[in-house]
């Protein structure tokens, strides 16, 4: 693999900052954050450790799609899995059901039954998958998450805070598997002993308020409240809202996002002239398109770009094959990157003035 060189390039967004029109969070934590970037919008006792209740289920949810292999892969539902308080999906010791099923129960139903049947089977024991989950959030940075239960049901020790779940939320968005169960309205599933067809309707209300709207979850315990974590994308836009222990959740939900959209905007970046020249191995050059990229961006964001390519490439190149990529970056986060591909085919012809060259260079290594 020979080694790469980075182009890197800047570009700093600077606005006045948009005031904030007065209005009262019942929440005890909330956060609004750039679904792209992770920056903060708006934020109310963000750090403060507080339960989750089944907000949890992201990160359960988002582990399944990781670690299942195959969500058609069917595994039996146990009785320690399904004995268990709160909402269900309908599970039952024995039944037969699906890793896609079991995500649709978790993220529409809020079946602490699926996350506990999904726990059990990808890591043989609740306290097993725990261990996963509080593994999965060190390797987002998180320093404020901990989890006991897989569900969200109240335990000792199992917390995080707005600002850290609405980062769970923004990595597991990234998963077309996970976006897709969280924007769903309803989905016709067929589980049980043996399998007949259910349908699931989804707890959050907010998706049949708003088209903008992609999801993500609710939750609710005593000790935790009404816990919600919503996501908005409009025009270009992207925000992530999160409120913890909010007696008024729904309201608050459409006021932030609304916020959130109106302290970001869709910006167009692009490469100087749009190409890029690349050094061939027999001295030709190969010119290539370099893609733009839309991204959401906040007020007084400072957007890096990388290109990520060979120093030499070596013949034949095919059309369409990637040279390389373009990365834009918030800080040290990765916010999107585009591949580089070959505009043509190119050939490997010999320069006499390189073979030249090679033939020295070997002439001298050999004295």
């Known amino acids: ?48 450790r507080l339960p989750m209740a089944s907000t949890t289920k992201i990160m359960t949810a988002l582990l399944l799609c990781e670690l299942c ?7 039996t539902a146990t009785r320690e ?48 998958f725990a261990d996963i989950m509080n593994e999965r959030a060190e390797s987002m940075g998180l320093k404020d998450t901990h989890f006991v239960t897989p569900s969200g049901l109240d335990a000792e020790g199992h917390y995080t805070t707005a600002y850290e779940l609405a980062l769970i939320a923004k990595t597991a968005l990234q998963n077309p598997d996970f976006a897709n169960a969280a924007s769903a309205e309803t989905a016709r599933l067929k589980y049980g002993n043996p399998p007949y067809l259910r ?30 974590v919503s996501a908005s994308k409009k025009d270009g836009k992207f925000v992530i809202a999160v409120t913890l222990n909010d007696r008024n959740d729904w309201a608050d939900h ?42 959401c961006v906040s007020q007084n964001s400072k957007i890096t770009y990388v290109i990520k390519a060979p120093r030499i490439l070596y013949l034949p190149i095919s059309k369409n094959q990637k040279l390389g990529e373009i990365c834009y970056y918030s800080g040290e986060d990765l916010i999107c990157s585009k591949d580089i591909l070959a505009n043509e085919n190119k050939e490997y012809k010999s320069n006499k003035y390189i073979l030249f060259f090679e033939i020295f260079k070997q002439i001298l290594s050999s004295v």
């Open 81 to 128: 899995a399904v004995t268990v308080e709160g909402s269900s999906m309908g599970l039952e010791a024995g039944d037969t059901v699906s890793y896609h099923d079991l995500l649709y129960g978790m993220m529409l139903s809020s079946g602490n039954d699926a996350a506990n049947t999904a726990a059990i089977s990808l890591a043989g024991s609740l306290n097993s």
């Open 1 to 48: 693999m020979k080694k790469a060189v980075c182009l890197i390039f800047c570009l700093v967004l600077i606005s006045n900052l948009t005031p904030v029109r007065a209005y009262d969070i019942s929440a005890k934590a909330a956060v609004v954050i750039n679904g792209e970037t992770g920056e903060i919008l708006y934020s109310l006792n963000c750090n403060e």
């Open 69 to 75: 292999g195959d969500l058609t892969k069917e595994v």
């Open 254 to 295: 459409r006021y932030l996002l609304d916020l959130g959209l109106s302290l970001v905007t869709a910006k167009q970046f692009s490469y100087p002239n749009g190409k890029i020249e690349f050094m061939c191995a027999n001295g030709d050059i190969l010119q290539a398109d370099v893609p733009s990229a839309s991204v």
């Open 199 to 228: 349908t699931l309707t989804n707890h959050n209300k907010l998706l049949k308020a708003n088209d903008d709207i992609v999801g993500v979850k609710t939750g609710y315990t005593k000790k935790a409240g009404r816990c919600l």
